[in-house]
């Protein structure tokens, strides 16, 4: 289990485990010493039990994060659920907003920095 503390709206590790796991499945970014975790990310290893978040001394839940994070992103349960069901798929699934998108995924087997995204995902529901 990855411990993690939540610093303003950042989910950052430095433990060894997080650094594995970056290096064996590219989640998280390297900042410098420490893993850093889009949300989307670190809610889907929350709900995993791959990681643990800290405020504080206290751990907090998966549902006290979602209702944290929702405030700033209103499509946030859309977004974990398909993200969620593409990582579970096989593929690795970054963050796009600087690329115009709500995702970049890459194809099987490739790391995101060494070839490009294959695809940009936009997420909407079922029923818009």
């Known amino acids: 289990m990855i411990n993690a503390v939540l610093s303003g709206d950042k989910i950052i590790s430095s433990s060894e485990e997080a650094f594995a796991l970056f290096e064996k499945s590219c989640f998280g970014e390297k900042r410098q010493n420490k893993i850093e975790y889009p949300v989307i990310e670190a809610l889907f290893l929350v709900s ?3 990681l643990a978040v800290f405020s504080g001394k206290k751990q907090l839940t998966e549902e006290q994060l979602i209702k944290k994070f929702r ?3 209103k499509k946030l349960e859309t977004k974990l659920a398909v993200f969620s069901d593409i990582r579970k ?3 690795i699934i970054k963050t796009a907003l600087k690329f115009g998108g709500e995702f970049r995924i890459y194809d099987k087997g490739v790391k995101p920095g060494i070839e490009h995204a294959k695809w940009i995902l936009y ?3 079922e029923n818009e």
């Open 71 to 73: 405030k700033s992103d």
């Open 89 to 91: 798929r096989g593929y």
């Open 48 to 50: 995993e039990g791959k």
């Open 123 to 125: 997420t909407v529901k």
